[in-house]
């Protein structure tokens, strides 16, 4: 059984990572095709060792190793061209001007290159598979890096495919059209269609384009090629689908293992089970094979009505919707490889669906700390559709210390290590620094499972406007959203949605309703158990109301909160508004009434740049809302740090968290006023230093040259899962379960790590520092300051020698100023 591929930039859709058996139609243009399994294609001595190719196009083809011998191998049935470590290069054409093909400057026609190879071992340069340059300023090449990422470079761009796996075959393919200057690269591994734009240009140089080298000598192929077909046109999309599929049937699906993943049969891991009365839920036992990942298929065998077929998917979790109520219905799952080996079906279970309940009964938001969850992190090869970049991990799409978004970074040691994307940055102990994708359902499994396991009630998950008109991105976004409500299912979580209104143009309305339509219609949100209600309504979220960076008037707020609240009944919602914080003292012109309208507000951070001074000003927003009858939902931050997103020194840990007490001081207050609502930004962001899950302890443990932000940065000795820690207290806290009290009930681990802090010549120590704090390295006499976690001056004065007197000071971390530069440094 062959799966389906299909990725054609007419579509725009890959519907399968698998394959289907299509026959090449006929196509023309070709001009070279070297096929070590044909014995027309080259000659040979007679010992298997390549004398000279036979002539098959229109160029003249007589081309010989330039150095030592090419020899004919076989492995698993397949015959293969062994380039050795790499000491041979063939010219793939002989001739005057026989790379002219290459010649794209009239912007008319184009050219195809597909080439199978396996890669023996790996340079400890560029590995070059073929093409007429080493430089990727100019001409064309296929290659691959000294740590194995696929690379292919033309006319000074480059393309970046997966890493290649020493001893298995790959194919690259790579179409490009002259007219438009678009093109599509395609390999086997990731079975991803990478697509974009490169003017037409002469890319043919001096050199002719060789097989096993470029122009560089010192950057050989070691290892095998199969088959190479070159074409001095640009094949149609289906062609090229064609080409792809024709060459992973004979050179990687015929060196794969035969064997269907294990367990054969299939089973279940979690039996199906009625969730409500629309939905049952269920988990396969997880499948290893051999050939790589594994698909899944749920099948309903009852015929009752609602029941759905499924279709093949990687995701071990199934959730069947749209089911009747108190009815009976029957399921096997069955898995295949990546080569279509597909093993027997599991024994059938059954299931019956709940009663039918009239959701929102009970207020699900009370007493409550609410997650923000971004989600929003993707990494390249994996496996989006029409997209292969990294997304919120790095600038620009270059994954290195430079290019860096965010000042955290996660602790990776529990996700699943197959599914962390390769960087191009180092550990201290030399380890290559991978990172997870957001469009992989395990990580998004992990992230809920924390959720569970830490009692947190649930998420807002963040859905952007600006991305949900584009067809890759809406796919990339129901995805992610489709696992999480599985997971939420799965671990007994609550989520809602909220939009973050990021254009404000006039098509946003339009924009926001039919993506709540295609939310409740298409992806069933609110048929789900783990959607949260209040006041009988499912919860929504608005986020940038009133925001001046939004771009939104008050008017079209005023109608999209109307649709909410007054358009067709099963869209209607209970409104959550994220407003700036000064909603209520001074609103922008227009907005107090649109503010009014909202069931529940939302200032971001509301007491977040200086608890002491603005929880007054949160308890007249709360006693406001109160006399208004809107629900009151403030939001609390752990800390932040914008180094990297801002590109300034002066941001990185700009609000430290102090070993918790910072966000345990907002925790506090927000519950000393009886809040029932809390809102903790965020779950997941690294980009801004805000995330509370597990984050790296220690400096030890980042990428070398990123100067990110580890946990014990404020002088304290911190588990990674700390901050969820916290959260589990303040949950308890805010639902009564424990005291109430201004001290964080937890007690982390002061470290005294370092004798001394400095910046350049500038140095303070001891650290930590009892009475007095030496200063040195300072050229005249200047100002300072002592400035604690809540960015209060609590000490200024001359320096005129280097004693600064901090006895008097409470324990903790505070900052020393002088002269524009600021040390870090511990009171005990």
């Not at 295949?336 to 299931?351: C, I, K, L, M, V």
């Not at 603005?614 to 406001?624: H, I, N, P, V």
Request: aromatic share 12%; hydrophobic share 35%; net charge negative.
């Amino acid at each position: 059984m062959i799966g389906l591929i299909q990725h054609g930039r007419l579509t725009g859709v890959i519907a399968s990572a698998f394959l289907l058996l299509i026959p090449i139609k006929g196509q023309t243009g070709m001009i070279q095709h070297l096929d070590a399994s044909v014995e027309a294609s080259i000659i040979t001595d007679g010992t298997s060792r390549v004398t000279s190719w036979k002539d098959q196009t229109t160029y003249s083809n007589d081309a010989i190793p330039n150095t030592g011998s090419v020899y004919k191998v076989q492995e698993n049935e397949l015959t293969w061209l062994d380039f050795g470590e790499g000491r041979n290069v063939l010219e793939l054409f002989s001739g005057e001007g026989s790379d002219t093909w290459l010649d794209q400057s009239p912007g008319t026609g184009g050219f195809c290159v597909i080439l199978s190879f396996k890669a023996g071992s790996l340079h400890d340069n560029w590995n070059d598979l073929i093409g007429n340059s080493s430089a990727t300023a100019s001409g064309f090449g296929m290659r691959y890096s000294s740590s194995g990422s696929i690379k292919v470079y033309l006319g000074g761009q480059t393309i970046t495919g997966p890493g290649v796996d020493i001893g298995k075959p790959i194919i690259m393919a790579l179409n490009y059209d002259a007219a438009s200057g678009s093109y599509m690269f395609w390999d086997s591994k990731s079975k991803n269609t990478i697509s974009g734009i490169i003017a037409s240009a002469d890319f043919s140089l001096s050199d002719a384009v060789k097989l096993g080298s470029t122009n560089n000598t010192g950057r050989f192929f070691k290892g095998y090629v199969g088959e190479v077909k070159i074409y001095s046109t640009n094949l149609s999309d289906e062609q090229f689908i064609d080409e792809q599929n024709s060459f992973f049937l004979k050179w990687v699906a015929a060196d794969s293992e035969k064997e269907p993943p294990v367990p054969d049969p299939a089973s279940f891991q979690i039996a199906p089970a009625g969730v409500s009365g629309s939905i049952i839920t269920m988990t396969a036992t997880l499948g290893s094979d051999a050939n790589g990942p594994v698909e899944y298929l749920f099948t309903e065998i009852s015929g009752n009505s609602g029941g759905s077929p499924g279709n093949w998917q990687t995701n071990p979790n199934y959730r069947d919707g749209d089911l009747d109520p108190q009815t009976y219905y029957a399921y096997t799952v069955t898995m295949r490889d990546a080569y279509g080996n597909t093993g027997e079906p599991s024994d059938t279970f059954s299931a019956i669906t709940t009663a039918y309940l009239q959701p929102g009964l009970e207020n699900e938001l009370e007493y409550g700390a609410y997650y923000g969850y971004q989600g929003w992190h993707f990494a390249q090869g994996d496996g989006r559709i029409n997209a292969d970049d990294w997304v919120h991990w790095f600038e620009g799409g270059i994954p290195d210390a430079v290019h860096i978004h965010g000042d955290m970074w996660p602790d990776l040691r529990e996700y699943d290590q197959d599914k962390l994307y390769e960087t191009q940055m180092i550990y201290p102990n030399g380890e290559t620094a991978g990172l997870y994708s957001c469009y992989d359902y395990s990580t998004i499994d992990l992230h809920v499972k924390w959720m569970k396991e830490y009692g947190i009630k649930g998420c807002a998950v963040q859905r952007f406007t600006s991305s949900i008109d584009k067809a890759n991105k809406l796919e990339q976004g129901d995805k992610k959203l489709r696992d999480f409500m599985t997971a939420c299912e799965k671990y007994g979580v609550k989520f809602w949605i909220m939009h973050d209104s990021g254009k404000g143009d006039d098509k946003e309305y339009e924009r926001i309703t039919n993506d709540w339509k295609h939310l409740v219609e298409d992806l069933d949100v609110l048929q789900s158990p783990a959607y949260t209600w209040q006041n009988g309504l499912p919860v929504y979220g608005l986020w940038g109301l009133g925001v001046s960076t939004r771009g939104w008037t008050p008017e079209q707020a005023a109608d999209l909160i109307d649709f909410y609240h007054n358009g067709e009944e099963k869209y209607r919602t209970y409104i959550c508004g994220g407003v700036p914080v000064i909603w209520r003292t001074n609103p922008p012109e227009g907005w107090k009434t649109v503010f009014d309208s909202l069931d529940m507000i939302s200032p971001w951070r509301t007491i977040f740049n200086n608890p002491d001074k603005f929880k007054s000003r949160m308890q007249a927003d709360l006693d406001y809302c109160n006399q208004m009858g809107i629900d009151y939902n403030p939001v609390v931050s752990p800390g932040a740090s914008t180094k990297h997103l801002r590109d300034s020194d002066a941001m990185r840990n700009w609000k430290p968290r102090n070993g918790g007490h910072f966000l345990w001081k907002q925790a506090y207050e927000v519950c000393k006023m009886n809040s029932k609502f809390m809102y903790v930004a965020m779950f997941d962001e690294v980009d801004e230093g805000t995330a509370m899950y597990k984050l790296v302890e220690t400096p030890d443990n980042l990428p070398v040259g990123a100067d990110q932000v580890p946990l014990n940065e404020d002088g304290y000795k911190l588990p990674s899962d700390w901050y969820l820690q916290v959260g589990t207290e303040i949950q308890k806290m805010i639902e009564g379960s424990t005291a109430l009290t201004p001290t964080l009930p937890l007690t982390p681990e002061m470290t005294g790590v370092n004798d001394s802090k400095s910046i350049g010549a500038l140095r303070v120590y001891p650290v930590p520092a009892r009475n007095k704090l030496f200063v040195s390295g300072f050229i005249k006499p200047g100002i300072f300051k002592l400035i604690n976690v809540n960015g209060i001056i609590v000490s200024e004065g001359q320096l005129n020698d280097n004693t600064v007197d901090v006895a008097n000071l409470a324990t903790g971390i505070y900052v020393f100023r002088m002269n524009s530069m600021a040390l870090r440094f511990l009171k005990e």
